[in-house]
Structure formats: structure tokens, C-alpha cells
């Protein structure tokens, strides 16, 4: 069952719906010519256009008595009319309705039209007082009006629609109505009303009498519904009251792009706990092959404007902006990304987005460029300095030479005046390394170590060869391991401190041997004190019958870990085992040779086979011969294994 708070909410919804309708009122000599003009005055297709008949068009006799058709015509859902004729506007259908949560007092509206005099009650809200019928009347009273319909007044109290309906009548006099004017201003921007007071037996304003002034003043467009709904309940008079308003163009915006890496060139050095690293200057942007790189926004077509009279105002669209490529890179099958080809150091040369898979230091690795991590190449036309790091997965050339710095790569390592670790130097490449000279430094190379001017107290490894190839290239001091030879000008010198040159096996496979030996050592000393703790409680458990609660529950610890290490042990000795097994199937031996001497003091070692040099040996090669090494004639280095770099 409908409840009178519903009946007043959904009239309430239906005359807010209403005052958002916009509507036109046309005549024409046929019902369809009505539409189309109708169609065409709202901006709609006919099919959108909703319509009621206010006269019915007929076509006389003889031309006379001829009625042309009216129609009050919308958009959408149909819009409520003000004007009835009799009390059924106040009859609603509804099923439910919203809960209002503000407050306010019920408001009475009485205004003198034409062809009446009609009312209009709004509910209150929350805690508002509502309007009763004694109020309702003295307004009507106060307005002069003396013939009224008590019962149709009382309706409207009752439910509160919130929309105008008759309730009595008047003497009107058309003589003294309310007069309208409409100005059209502000370059046809903003349309205002300005209304008269209407004199003895004169009629309000109503909503169809402005817009039917609004459009014969040529405002077809922005009506303002709630000012012109507000005139209407509470006129104003003698005052500009805007009613309609023009819109303004939006021009569209223009094609932005968004760069995914810092186009600037300013140098930001990293703050690390409080201080400021000048080595991590952060200058560096790497990329991956596929990575986004940038991405544009397009641009936006513009809205165009309208005045009030319904004249299109002029508009401009965003303009495009292009992207424009450099090498490595590329768009988007729909245009509006762009990605990298290649690893590499993106970056903004002369506009143009650009990877560079070959990074060029035009001076030395310092606080000015910072610490280098990159994705491609880099050549250093001058030195690195003591501190600093370059690491690149592609070949790293220095021109200048290497100090107490580090130097990472998959590829080679080329450094044409040679390293100089002062200890703490490490340079390790994937691939070869060539250096003037190695000195007070670390070498790792997964294939050549190959200098010209020798090796000197350093730790040098070589997955391959170890090649020291002119007058001056000798070998001093240090540890020297390659997997398949060793070769200088001279080996070791007068006390300059034990030279270890190893041979027969792989530098990596050799610290693998070193390290699951000494994990199968610990993980041993382990288990041994493990068990022998086990053994203790189990002595203890023996005489005692029943251990304790806490010696209960270590024994299970004992049992279970003893168990994991037992395993442990036996899965490294195994892992051992298998490389020995390796190390033994490998075919070439390996050799140590020299052009010149060999001094005292070194030390050569062929797989596990050691010899300490206890003569001088001039231009000899050191071979295995089973359990022994012994010497041979010389044996040249193959010019075919040594790269020549230009």
C-alpha cells in the first residue's frame, strides 16, 4: 500500500524531473509538420521527441472554422503540465520513493494566470513544518481571490505534489499583465529577463509566457530551467534576472609526450645515510630490449561553443606532435608508444629518443661522470680513477689506464696502458682480457689473459690461456692459474717472493673444488659432534631406562638432525667426487712455459702434480710426465690465439 510520504516524495522527484525538461510549444497545419518543426527547434531526431496535443488541428468547412494543430513537444520522459483543467493533477502512480535528510519548512506559491488562479504546495522536509490548509487559504485570501475550490485546496495540502494546479478563479484583466522583456548581452552569451508588476486583475508571469518571449528574441539555447522555475514562483521585478547562458569553446589540448628517463643532463649524485657518494652520480639510464621508453597523450579535438541565440562559435583542435626517432628504437603498431630495440643507455640526442648500446667517455671515469653500469659497450678515452666502478655487458676499452678500480663485464676487457690495483684493483671479464700490464691487482677471464709488457704481483685466473707476448713480458710474484697454459718471457725473479703458476684445470672448477671442499669438511665436523651428542644421551637413556622430558625431546632433535647431515655429507662428497672425476677426464694437461728464465722461488703446478724451482732454467716449457714434471725445449705461443687489437 502507497503511503501518503511516498505520494508527496514521488511528486516532489516528478516536478524536479520536470524542471529539467526542456520543452517547445508548436503550431503547425498538420501533426507531422508540428513534429519536424518541433524535432528541429529541440536539436533532436523526430524519433527522440515526445509530445503532448494541446489543440487538435481540423479542417473547417469552406475554410471556415479551420484549426491548426498545437503540440507541446520534449525530450524523453513527458513533462507534467501546469495547466490542467481539473483536480487530477494531484492523482500520482508510484511505487516508491527517495528519504529526504535536510530540513526546511513546506512553502506555498499562489499565482494569477490567464485562465485561473493556481497553487502550489511543497512538502516539508525533515524536521520542517508542514503547510496546512488555514495557511494555504489566507495566501490565496491575500491575493484577492474569491472563488475558490476548497476541496482542490485541500488536495494540494494534503499531498504536497510540489507542482501548480487550479484552485480557483479571477477577473482577469490582460491589460494589466506582467510585461517581459528579454536582453540578449555579452556577445550573445547571456540572455536576461526583466519583468513589470502586474497591476489590478493583471496575471503573473508563467513559464510558457517567458519562453515563448525567449524564443521570439531568438534564444533557442542554455535555457537556465531553475532561474527561469525561481522567476516564476518568486518574481523579480525591475531587474536583470539571466535565464539563459551561452557555451563557451574548449579548444582541444595538444599531443603531449611523456618521457620514461630523465631528458635532463644534470648530474645527481647519491645520498647515502646522510652523505652525498660523487662516484654514484646516477647519470646513466639503462634499457632493455622491449622496454617503454615513451609514451604521447594525443590530442584532444576541441568542443565547440553556442550563444543563446544558437550561433556554433568557432574552435580550435590540439595539434599533434611527432615523435622523432634515433637509432634502437621503435613505435607502436598503434603509434603512441615508444620502445627499445636494444640494450643500452637511453638517452636524448639533438630531440631525438635515441639507445645507445655503445657508451663513450670522452675523458677519464671520475667524480664527474660517477660509477658506470651498462647494458652495452663502453669505451673510456681517458683513465679510470682509484674507487671507481665500470660495469657493462658489453666490452669495456680504456684508453688510459686502470687504477684501484673495478672493472665487470660478459664480453672483454681492453685497457691500452695497462692496470695498476694497487692491491685492491679487480677487473673480471666474461670473455678475454688485454692489458699493457697487470700490476698489484685481480684478473678473471673466461677465455685470454694476455698482456705485453708482463704480469706483476698479482692474482690472475684464465679459463683458457695466461699470454705475456713481448721483451718485457714477464711474470713476478703473485698466483697465476690457467686451465690450459701459462706463458711469459721470464718467470718469477731474485727475491721478489714466490710466483705460483698453475696449470691443468679451470680456475672456476678449481674454487668450486675448494669450496665443496670445505663444505664437506664443516658439514663433516658437524655431523661428528651431532652424533657424538647423540651417543652421549643414548648411553644415558640406556641406565636410566627413561629420559627425561628435555632430554627426550634433544634426543629427537639429535636423531632428526644427525639423519639431514648424514645426507648432506654423502650429497658434497658426492658433488666432489664427480668433479675430481672430471678434472681426470680432461685431455689436455696443460704447460708452463718461458722464453728466458726461470728463477728460484717459483713454484709450478700441473694438475695435482707440484714442482718448486730450486735453479735457474732458461727458455724451457714445464710438462707433466706422469707423476713428474720435467722440462722441454720452448714452445712458442701460437700467433692464431692471440687477437690483435688495433
Same mark, same amino acid.
Not at 243 to 258: F, H
Given at each position: 500500500?502507497?503511503?501518503?510520504?511516498?505520494?508527496?516524495?514521488?511528486?516532489?522527484?516528478?516536478?524536479?524531473?520536470?524542471?529539467?525538461?526542456?520543452?517547445?510549444?508548436?503550431?503547425?497545419?498538420?501533426?507531422?509538420?508540428?513534429?519536424?518543426?518541433?524535432?528541429?527547434?529541440?536539436?533532436?531526431?523526430?524519433?527522440?521527441?515526445?509530445?503532448?496535443?494541446?489543440?487538435?488541428?481540423?479542417?473547417?468547412?469552406?475554410?471556415?472554422?479551420?484549426?491548426?494543430?498545437?503540440?507541446?513537444?520534449?525530450?524523453?520522459?513527458?513533462?507534467?503540465?501546469?495547466?490542467?483543467?481539473?483536480?487530477?493533477?494531484?492523482?500520482?502512480?508510484?511505487?516508491?520513493?527517495?528519504?529526504?535528510?535536510?530540513?526546511?519548512?513546506?512553502?506555498?506559491?499562489?499565482?494569477?494566470?490567464?485562465?485561473?488562479?493556481?497553487?502550489?504546495?511543497?512538502?516539508?522536509?525533515?524536521?520542517?513544518?508542514?503547510?496546512?490548509?488555514?495557511?494555504?487559504?489566507?495566501?490565496?485570501?491575500?491575493?484577492?481571490?474569491?472563488?475558490?475550490?476548497?476541496?482542490?485546496?485541500?488536495?494540494?495540502?494534503?499531498?504536497?505534489?510540489?507542482?501548480?494546479?487550479?484552485?480557483?478563479?479571477?477577473?482577469?484583466?490582460?491589460?494589466?499583465?506582467?510585461?517581459?522583456?528579454?536582453?540578449?548581452?555579452?556577445?550573445?552569451?547571456?540572455?536576461?529577463?526583466?519583468?513589470?508588476?502586474?497591476?489590478? @486583475?493583471?496575471?503573473? /508571469? &508563467?513559464?510558457? +509566457?517567458?519562453? #515563448? !518571449? *525567449?524564443?521570439?528574441?531568438?534564444?533557442?539555447?542554455?535555457?537556465?530551467?531553475?532561474?527561469?522555475?525561481?522567476?516564476?514562483?518568486?518574481?523579480?521585478?525591475?531587474?536583470?534576472?539571466?535565464?539563459?547562458?551561452?557555451?563557451?569553446?574548449?579548444?582541444?589540448?595538444?599531443?603531449?609526450?611523456?618521457?620514461?628517463?630523465?631528458?635532463?643532463?644534470?648530474?645527481?649524485?647519491?645520498?647515502?645515510?646522510?652523505?652525498?657518494?660523487?662516484?654514484?652520480?646516477?647519470?646513466?639510464?639503462?634499457?632493455?630490449?622491449?622496454?617503454?621508453?615513451?609514451?604521447?597523450?594525443?590530442?584532444?579535438?576541441?568542443?565547440?561553443?553556442?550563444?543563446?541565440?544558437?550561433?556554433?562559435?568557432?574552435?580550435?583542435?590540439?595539434?599533434?606532435?611527432?615523435?622523432?626517432?634515433?637509432?634502437?628504437?621503435?613505435?607502436?603498431?598503434? @603509434?603512441?608508444?615508444? /620502445? &627499445?630495440?636494444? +640494450?643500452?643507455? #637511453? !638517452? *636524448?640526442?639533438?630531440?631525438?629518443?635515441?639507445?645507445?648500446?655503445?657508451?663513450?667517455?670522452?675523458?677519464?671515469?671520475?667524480?664527474?661522470?660517477?660509477?658506470?653500469?651498462?647494458?652495452?659497450?663502453?669505451?673510456?678515452?681517458?683513465?679510470?680513477?682509484?674507487?671507481?666502478?665500470?660495469?657493462?655487458?658489453?666490452?669495456?676499452?680504456?684508453?688510459?689506464?686502470?687504477?684501484?678500480?673495478?672493472?665487470?663485464?660478459?664480453?672483454?676487457?681492453?685497457?691500452?696502458?695497462?692496470?695498476?690495483?694497487?692491491?685492491?684493483?679487480?677487473?673480471?671479464?666474461?670473455?678475454?682480457?688485454?692489458?699493457?700490464?697487470?700490476?698489484?691487482?685481480?684478473?678473471?677471464?673466461?677465455?685470454?689473459?694476455?698482456?705485453?709488457?708482463?704480469?706483476?704481483?698479482?692474482?690472475?685466473?684464465?679459463?683458457?690461456?695466461?699470454?705475456?707476448?713481448?721483451?718485457?713480458?714477464?711474470?713476478?710474484?703473485?698466483?697465476?692459474?690457467?686451465?690450459?697454459?701459462?706463458?711469459?718471457?721470464?718467470?718469477?725473479?731474485?727475491?721478489?717472493?714466490?710466483?705460483?703458476?698453475?696449470?691443468?684445470?679451470?680456475?672456476?672448477?678449481?674454487?668450486?673444488?675448494?669450496?665443496?671442499?670445505?663444505?664437506?669438511?664443516?658439514?663433516?665436523?658437524?655431523?661428528?659432534?651431532?652424533?657424538?651428542?647423540?651417543?652421549?644421551?643414548?648411553?644415558?637413556?640406556?641406565?636410566?631406562?627413561?629420559?627425561?622430558?628435555?632430554?627426550?625431546?634433544?634426543?629427537?632433535?639429535?636423531?632428526?638432525?644427525?639423519?639431514?647431515?648424514?645426507?648432506?655429507?654423502?650429497?658434497?662428497?658426492?658433488?666432489?667426487?664427480?668433479?675430481?672425476?672430471?678434472?681426470?677426464?680432461?685431455?689436455?694437461?696443460?704447460?708452463?712455459?718461458?722464453?728466458?728464465?726461470?728463477?728460484?722461488?717459483?713454484?709450478?703446478?700441473?694438475?695435482?702434480?707440484?714442482?718448486?724451482?730450486?735453479?735457474?732454467?732458461?727458455?724451457?716449457?714445464?710438462?707433466?710426465?706422469?707423476?713428474?714434471?720435467?722440462?722441454?725445449?720452448?714452445?712458442?705461443?701460437?700467433?692464431?690465439?692471440?687477437?690483435?687489437?688495433?
Amino acid at each position: 500500500m502507497v503511503t501518503l510520504e511516498q505520494l508527496k516524495d514521488f511528486m516532489r522527484q516528478r516536478a524536479e524531473e520536470d524542471r529539467t525538461i526542456r520543452s517547445v510549444t508548436i503550431s503547425a497545419p498538420s501533426l507531422d509538420e508540428a513534429l519536424a518543426s518541433a524535432a528541429l527547434e529541440l536539436g533532436l531526431a523526430t524519433s527522440r521527441v515526445e509530445f503532448d496535443i494541446v489543440q487538435k488541428g481540423t479542417g473547417g468547412v469552406l475554410g471556415f472554422g479551420k484549426k491548426t494543430w498545437t503540440i507541446l513537444a520534449y525530450e524523453g520522459a513527458k513533462k507534467s503540465k501546469k495547466s490542467v483543467a481539473s483536480d487530477e493533477g494531484f492523482l500520482p502512480d508510484l511505487d516508491t520513493a527517495p528519504i529526504e535528510a535536510t530540513s526546511a519548512d513546506g512553502l506555498i506559491f499562489v499565482r494569477m494566470w490567464s485562465d485561473g488562479v493556481y497553487l502550489k504546495v511543497t512538502p516539508a522536509k525533515g524536521d520542517g513544518m508542514a503547510v496546512n490548509e488555514e495557511a494555504a487559504m489566507e495566501a490565496l485570501h491575500s491575493r484577492g481571490v474569491k472563488e475558490i475550490n476548497r476541496q482542490v485546496v485541500k488536495g494540494a495540502v494534503k499531498l504536497c505534489t510540489g507542482t501548480y494546479g487550479k484552485v480557483g478563479e479571477y477577473n482577469h484583466n490582460p491589460a494589466n499583465d506582467t510585461l517581459i522583456t528579454v536582453t540578449v548581452e555579452d556577445s550573445d552569451m547571456r540572455a536576461s529577463v526583466s519583468l513589470t508588476s502586474p497591476g489590478m @486583475g493583471g496575471g503573473d /508571469v &508563467s513559464r510558457e +509566457d517567458i519562453e #515563448v !518571449m *525567449l524564443r521570439n528574441e531568438g534564444v533557442v539555447f542554455g535555457w537556465d530551467d531553475p532561474a527561469i522555475d525561481a522567476l516564476v514562483d518568486e518574481p523579480v521585478y525591475g531587474q536583470k534576472i539571466p535565464v539563459a547562458w551561452g557555451l563557451k569553446s574548449v579548444n582541444g589540448n595538444d599531443a603531449k609526450i611523456t618521457h620514461f628517463f630523465d631528458i635532463s643532463v644534470k648530474i645527481k649524485p647519491h645520498e647515502i645515510e646522510g652523505r652525498v657518494d660523487f662516484k654514484e652520480l646516477n647519470t646513466i639510464r639503462n634499457v632493455l630490449k622491449g622496454e617503454e621508453l615513451a609514451k604521447k597523450e594525443p590530442a584532444q579535438k576541441g568542443q565547440p561553443g553556442r550563444t543563446v541565440t544558437g550561433r556554433m562559435l568557432a574552435v580550435k583542435d590540439g595539434k599533434d606532435v611527432a615523435f622523432d626517432l634515433g637509432n634502437n628504437v621503435s613505435l607502436s603498431k598503434d @603509434g603512441l608508444r615508444v /620502445v &627499445s630495440t636494444a +640494450d643500452g643507455q #637511453v !638517452m *636524448l640526442i639533438q630531440g631525438k629518443i635515441t639507445v645507445e648500446t655503445v657508451m663513450v667517455i670522452s675523458g677519464d671515469v671520475d667524480t664527474t661522470v660517477g660509477n658506470i653500469n651498462f647494458l652495452g659497450s663502453v669505451i673510456v678515452k681517458g683513465s679510470v680513477a682509484d674507487g671507481f666502478t665500470v660495469k657493462a655487458v658489453g666490452n669495456i676499452e680504456v684508453m688510459g689506464n686502470v687504477g684501484k678500480a673495478i672493472l665487470e663485464t660478459h664480453a672483454d676487457i681492453i685497457v691500452h696502458q695497462g692496470i695498476n690495483g694497487g692491491g685492491e684493483g679487480r677487473v673480471s671479464a666474461g670473455q678475454s682480457i688485454w692489458s699493457k700490464f697487470i700490476q698489484n691487482a685481480t684478473a678473471d677471464a673466461g677465455l685470454y689473459v694476455i698482456v705485453s709488457d708482463g704480469i706483476l704481483h698479482s692474482r690472475v685466473f684464465s679459463g683458457k690461456k695466461i699470454l705475456c707476448k713481448g721483451k718485457r713480458a714477464k711474470i713476478v710474484g703473485g698466483y697465476l692459474r690457467a686451465a690450459e697454459e701459462i706463458n711469459a718471457s721470464s718467470l718469477g725473479a731474485v727475491g721478489s717472493g714466490e710466483t705460483i703458476l698453475e696449470v691443468g684445470i679451470d680456475p672456476k672448477v678449481k674454487e668450486q673444488m675448494v669450496t665443496l671442499n670445505d663444505e664437506v669438511e664443516n658439514l663433516t665436523r658437524e655431523y661428528n659432534s651431532a652424533t657424538l651428542n647423540l651417543q652421549s644421551l643414548l648411553k644415558q637413556e640406556k641406565l636410566i631406562k627413561v629420559l627425561p622430558p628435555d632430554k627426550a625431546a634433544m634426543k629427537k632433535s639429535l636423531l632428526t638432525k644427525v639423519a639431514g647431515l648424514k645426507a648432506q655429507v654423502a650429497k658434497a662428497n658426492e658433488s666432489l667426487e664427480r668433479h675430481r672425476k672430471d678434472i681426470d677426464d680432461l685431455q689436455g694437461v696443460g704447460k708452463i712455459s718461458s722464453s728466458g728464465m726461470v728463477f728460484p722461488g717459483a713454484k709450478v703446478i700441473i694438475k695435482d702434480v707440484e714442482l718448486d724451482v730450486i735453479r735457474e732454467y732458461n727458455g724451457v716449457t714445464f710438462v707433466r710426465d706422469g707423476n713428474l714434471i720435467r722440462t722441454v725445449k720452448y714452445e712458442e705461443i701460437e700467433e692464431e690465439e692471440v687477437i690483435k687489437r688495433s
